[in-house]
């Protein structure tokens, strides 16, 4: 199914993820972003200043909502309440795309607030698509769902990653949301090819890329969200770019937050990357 | 080989409990490899509640110490898990476990302080209200008020404290200078009440004023409310209100 504008109203550009430490600058000066995206939780209250702002954020850029703790992968039930917040944000806010991780958060009552890793089985794959279908159901749109970074792999296990995230996107007709340093990030950490994953994807449902930059630690790559984005990721993201079409891009940045300008370049690096193809391809500039 | 339902349970058993056994059982690769990934887990899980903690609690932060805080906040996320998904709910409690914490019984107010800084955080994300419509009021002959009702805006709270915990608040705020001497003999109440244009407040209430405004609260009439008042000879009425309406906390008169 090809990735329609009720979906995925995204323009296709380099954006930058808006933290909290960025909004009073940003709702000051209304720099040039393409669009923004935000963690959909941190605007899950009834009201005040915080989502005030992200309204008049709103009223200036494409804004992505990006859920980080609906446990989409949690054989728990979904948590009634916590989508009934995010469908309040949705409604309120008119977003041009809703993402969510591949991956479970919470199990029993205890919510992990971490991005976890799932084991590639059927069962789990039942359930998450059980869980896509309930939360695509409540929103009225699909979502967009992320392939996450991971430093542990279960056995035995049904599906290679690849092929669960493409089954899942098949069976629930959900996008993707493809990150890129994740790719690589968990490529090196479990010795598989990026270029594995990024054949098994399906180019119609990529609706969105993101970008990060990590750490390595003791030979284990971390996802810190904590630095530019490396070589070997920008290398990886003009081969998803070659072989998907540009796509709405996002820079992420979260821990050791820089200034705006700084974010401001490295989404005007990725910008690079997609006018590059464009010029090299003959694309039109969406 | 586990069910879904059981290897979540491995895991968060693993982070919380350092029970990693069974979790490493089904973990493929070099074990010891995998003992350094559930570490990392281990470490992202409990810095993210215990950020959330050291962000929401900065006045406990500043009267410990950062580095007592994130150790008392580590303790506490190990035994009390974040019941969301949205780390912004996370801490409810944390003012409870504070008072039960022995380390801490040298400063028996410093739950009082976090009680202040979860109602800060509660307030500034409560539900906006309508505009005041205070009508009612001024159609209504001061005779006959004690029948109104004065409905409150929902973004408030009121803490009633048996320590100054008005002034505590005051000292510690980054923006005071002057003296930081606090007369611990004191007992203040508090009202925490957010604004359209200034953000969330916190006043100094009078014990009797934060009997008269939780009986507001509750739905009581003017009438009903004065009467729970307990000494109403420091207690204004006019005054009182005026103040309330000028903090913007009444957002409408009825019968």
Known sequence: ?286 | MYSLRELQTAFADAVFQHDEGPLLACCAGDPARAAQALQVYREGVLTSLTGALTLGFPLVGRIVGDDFLRAVARRYALTRPSRSGDLNRYGGDFADFLADFAPLAELPYLADVARLEWAIQQVGAAADAAAPDLSRLAATAADDWGELCFELIPAHAVLVSVWPLYDIWRVNQPTHHGSCQVDFSLAQSVLVSRRPDAGVVVTALETAEAAFVRALDAGCSLYQALSVVPDTASFDLQSSLSRLIGLGLIGRVHC
């Open chain 1, 1 to 286: 199914m090809p990735v329609v504008p009720r979906d995925c109203a995204l323009p296709v550009q380099a954006g930058i993820g808006l933290r909290a430490a960025h909004l009073d600058e940003v709702c000051a000066d209304w720099p040039r972003l393409a669009w923004v995206e935000v963690h959909s939780e941190n605007y899950f209250m009834a009201g005040g200043p915080a989502l005030a702002a992200l309204e008049s954020v709103r009223q200036h850029y494409p804004v992505s909502l990006h859920g980080v703790g609906m446990s989409l992968g949690g054989a728990d039930a979904l948590d009634p309440d916590h989508l009934r917040r995010l469908k309040r944000l949705v409604v309120r806010i008119e977003p041009a795309a809703v993402s969510e991780h591949l991956c479970w958060s919470a199990i029993g009552g205890r919510c992990l607030n971490d991005l976890l890793p799932l084991p590639y089985t059927r069962e789990a794959l039942q359930r998450v698509c059980q869980h896509i279908d309930q939360v695509q159901q409540a929103l009225g749109r699909r979502i967009l769902l992320e392939n996450i970074a991971s430093y542990l792999r279960f056995l035995p296990e049904d599906l290679l990653e690849w092929d669960f995230v493409a089954e899942v996107a098949r069976r629930t007709g959900c996008l993707l949301l493809l990150d890129i340093n994740n790719v690589y990030v968990s490529a090196v950490n479990h010795g598989f090819s990026a270029q594995s994953f990024l054949d098994a994807m399906p180019a119609d449902a990529v609706a969105e890329i993101h970008l990060a930059g990590h750490e390595e630690v003791g030979g284990l790559l971390i996802d810190t969200h904590s630095r530019p984005v490396a070589q070997p990721v920008w290398a990886l993201f003009y081969d998803a770019v070659r072989r998907f079409g540009p796509r709405p891009t996002l820079i992420e940045w979260d821990r050791d937050l820089p200034t705006l300008a700084v974010l401001q370049n490295e989404a005007a690096q990725a910008q690079g990357y997609l006018d590059a193809y464009r010029e090299r391809h003959d694309v039109l500039p969406a």
